[in-house]
C-alpha cells in the first residue's frame, strides 16, 4: 500500500467517489436512502461536501493512491460529519436532493439520538473512515487510522465513533475501541457507540 497523507483539495472529487462506493452498501446510508439510482447520482456530491468540510480542519488522511479515506474533527471543534448535515438537510441542497423528504425526517431523528448520546468530554472524531471496495483488505483503512490514534494517545484524548456496519466493529475493536452501548431511531438499523481510551505511548505496538 502506498503511504499515508493529509487529503489536499486536489483529491476531493476522487475521494467522494471512492466514499461513495465503500458506503454504498452500508445499512444505515442504504437506510435513508434506498433507491439505486438515486445514490449512483447524488451521492458522490455529499461525500465531495464531507470531504471539503474536514479539509478546513486539516484532518483528512489517505493514501497516495486516494482508495480510501478517514474524516476526523478535533477536540473542541464542532462534530460535523455526515451526522452533521444531516441537521442541515433543509439548507443543504446536495444532501437533501440524495435523502429525499423521507430521508431528511429519518436522518433528524437518527442525528437528535446521536448527539444527546455523544461523549461529552474532550476527544478525537472519527466522522467517516471508507476504502473503495475494490481495495479493501490491504490496510489502507489501517493506515488512515494511525496518525490520529497515535496523536490521540500521545495527547492523552479518547476517540469516539458511531459504527453504521455490524461488520465493522471487530475492526475498530483491533484498534482499541470498544463499544459502549447501540442507538437506534425512526426504525433505523442500529449503531454501535465506540469510544477508544488513549494508550500508553510505551504500550503502543511497533
Known sequence: MSR??????ADVATLADALAEAFASDPVWRWLVPDDRRWARRAGAVFAYEVEARLAQ????TSDDRAGAALWTPPGRRRGGWRGWLAQVPAAPAAAA????DGSRRGLALQAEMKRLHPRQDHWYLAMLGTRPADQGRGVGTAALAPVLARADLDGVGAYLESSNPDNEAFYGRHGFETTGHLTAAGS?????????????????S
Open 98 to 101: 440524495l435523502v429525499g423528504r
Open 4 to 9: 499515508v497523507r493529509l487529503a489536499t483539495t
Open 189 to 205: 438499523p442500529p449503531l454501535a457507540l465506540m469510544w477508544r481510551a488513549p494508550r500508553p505511548v510505551d504500550d503502543e505496538p
Open 58 to 61: 486539516g484532518h483528512v488522511y
